[in-house]
């Protein structure tokens, strides 16, 4: 995989908020390719809440409930989330062919990525990004910040 000094590498374990986390759990394997690590709730009664995973990474499912909403609930985007693939264009035709809303098509940024932009069943707003040339932040424009 390209390294892009533009992009960091590190993960970010976000939690995401769902009305209904088992349809979720399936919308988002069947989608995104997301594998379910361990699911939690009471026995016998709905899925409050999973973990799931996508190559390195990571992200927390939730149930809706007072003060905790999703997209679809709040009637707004509430966060942006990117994830880095190895395949972008196969991620894309798989994500598009099981009917998701795409909202950015496939394009290549001038910061090195190949990326396209999608909601979920509830709302919530994914890019899918791959490295594909290494560009420094002050090729684009941006100014590094002293450490």
Known sequence: MVKNRSVPPDTVLPHLTYQ??????AWLT??????EHYRYGEPGGPVQGAQMYL?????MLNSARANRA??????RQTQSLTVFVDDVDAHFARAKSAGAKIVEDLNETMYGERQYGVED????????SQHVRDVSPGEWGATIAAR
């Open 121 to 128: 069943l509830e709302g919530h707003h994914w890019l899918f």
């Open 55 to 59: 190559g390195g990474a990571w992200i």
């Open 30 to 35: 069947t989608t995104f390719g997301f594998t």
């Open 20 to 25: 209904n986390v088992a349809a979720a759990l």
């Open 70 to 75: 999703s997209p679809a609930q709040a009637g």
